[in-house]
């Protein structure tokens, strides 16, 4: 087998391979044979079922078939053998070409591919790390309880004005210019008051209505509004108020305690479960928001060519994501979203999966037990029963790779530290736990 590669562009390359006629003969020969074997129990007029065709025949009337598989068959082997040989990280599956095809003569072809990008690492001590803490403070916990009491609270109507918080049942018509607009009016719409889900005034021009009043506000709409005719234009919505709904928040009690997974009657206890939580979200919002940190230092050091192949098959995943995420399961075709809403994204992905690998071979880093328990430990102790968690994941290989695959990546982030410049910023619980919760930059 004669082998030859060239670079074209970038990262893709084509080889060239030929394969002696024999050994392509001698493919051909077998599937002939396979097909025959298939095809005994349906021979065809003047042929007696369960027997294979002679050979002259079966070349006949399956030569063609038998020589096309023969061929593709071969340019795969020989390929994949050629990039074990030359140990050539391959990037995607190739395209193949056959050059001369023709019975008698060598086999000639060509394979077009890409392979991963050679990248050495910028030097850790260019990125800049600015790691934040905070101390987790009664009012903090005070305001967590609060929270947790108006998840569980009950909706009474009201003849009270409504107030921020309030849940509203209301009527609206929109005008720009004294005309009404497509999309402006609503009847029966559910609007919770400081929920900022309307235009910028809307909601607090209704603090203070009672159920039954009509109001007049005058608003604008934002600059940035999604639709263009609308943008910076004033507004005047007419709004009757159906109905004011307020929360009457439940008594902290065992019922209120267990609907949390709380099992005590002390409220001291209750807070003090809740104030464990807040440790560990406290923790994992520092930890997230250092790794996003050090992620973007690796990406903004260090330039990647990126193969085009990995992008596709990211956008490929993004697109399933997107399906999942909003519900259109077996009845909406993924390919059927446009390659370009998720190839920045992609591309960013395919970068950093290309930076985290270089990191994990460079420092020769393999996952520590030690990390892998502890991420283990830290899902374990969100569960009533800790040990079941344990056990999930001791006796589920695939899952222990997913927690191993995310110990490589904190230890590619400790690494990466240890050689950053990295400097200590106080700040509160709320600040660190919003800034955790918002989209990666």
Partial sequence: MQVSIETTTGLEQVMTVGVPAAEVEAQVVNELKRISQSQKNNPGPGFRKGKPLPPKVAKQKYGKQARMEAVYQQMQQSFFKAVQDKELKLAGMPKFEPVVDEEGKDLEFKATFEVYPEVTLADFSAIEVEQQSAEI????????????????AQWNAS???????????????????G???????AEGYGLTL??????????????????????TLDV?????YHKEELKGKPAQFKVKVNEVKKPELPELNEEFYKAFGVET?????????????MDRELARAIRTLTKQQVVKGLVDANEVEVPSALVDQEIDRLRQQAVQQFGGGQQMDASMLPAELFKEQAEKRVVIGLLMNAAIEANELTPSDEKVNELIEEVAATYQDPDQVREYYSSNPEQRQQVEAMALEEQVVEKVLAGAKVSQTESSYEEIIRAANQPAQ
């Fill in 179 to 185: 005309e009404a607009f497509e999309g402006g009016s």
């Fill in 137 to 152: 403070k009664d009012a903090d916990l005070e305001t967590m309880v609060e929270t947790l009491r108006k998840q569980q």
């Fill in 194 to 215: 400081g929920s900022n889900s309307m235009i910028p005034g809307f909601e607090s021009g209704l603090e203070g209505a009672k159920a039954g009043e009509e109001v």
């Fill in 159 to 177: 003849e009270e004005a409504a107030a921020d918080g309030d849940q509203l049942n209301i009527d609206f018509e929109g005008f720009v210019d």
């Fill in 265 to 277: 009657t002390d409220e001291a206890e209750f807070r003090a479960e809740i104030r464990k939580n």
């Fill in 220 to 224: 604008a709409f934002p600059d940035d």
